[in-house]
């Protein structure tokens, strides 16, 4: 393989996670590569706002993410516009439809996507009253009247959260009874302004203006149907760590298929790191962003030890 397929740090996503590496590469003067094969910026550059990043007291989330991946360019690394196909772990190659690059360490930083319910409309209400994170977007809705759909942890921490931020919260979800850990959903049924509507689902989203103003809910074991007037919808029903390549390649991943790290974010394969959505934990840009400063320097010390499977990896 010629000099020019060479280099020393490739990174397989485009979100936070692999925006940060990609910084941090490029200022410690690896030559970085930087893949992504849809829009840069993730599920993050998908959020109207953003106000929880530091420094920012509001910022839209396209506008944060193409931040990074302007200094990312200014860095020094170069990007591909294109799936990855394949990584050969033994190789440490990648492949695009742009051919192989050999790297002497990999980071994935692949990210997650939402589980969606599959609403004609979804799509188009997405960041106009439809949401995949309270946090991200609750305080948009203080005070008013919001909606999430789900019946495990994250809906359950969700509903804890809009709790104390809007005036009523209703809780929907197709089953009898939460499946959440039974502290969350204790804490879920001991709130005055959360009512939970247990054998449910959302048939309708019913569009105002562009943006969401009522879902229409069905009861399956009675057969009543409910309109609520809200302009806030928060989904979660789960997320699915994009995380095929990585099986593919052999690299572990959990019951969950979220790619197995350890503290510094190694998985099991030398010289192949993860960070970010597709590693599990607590998703959110910040600790994206430190799980990926995290594997880019233990890339670095990787790469400059010059370990390539002989001796012991320190």
Known sequence: MSDKNEIELAIIGGGPAGLTAGIY????????TLYEG??????AGKAPKIENYPGFGSIGGLELTEKMREQAENCGVSFIYGKVSGINPNEMTVTSYEGELKAKAIIIATGSKHQTLGLPNEFELAG????YCATCDGPLFRDQVVATVGGGNAAGLEAIYLSGVASKVYLIHRRHCMRAEKAIADEVMTLDNVTTMFNCTIEEAITEDNKLGTIKIKNHETGEVTEINTKALFIAIGVEPQSELA???GIETDEYNFIKVNSKKETNLPGIYAAGDVTGGIRQITTAVGEATTATMNAYLFIKKGWYGEGEKK
Do not use: D, Q, V, Y
């Open 247 to 249: 099986k593919k390649a």
């Open 38 to 43: 849809e829009a840069f910026g993730g599920l």
């Open 25 to 32: 590469g490029g200022r410690m003067g690896l030559k970085t």
């Open 128 to 131: 106009n009253g439809i949401s």
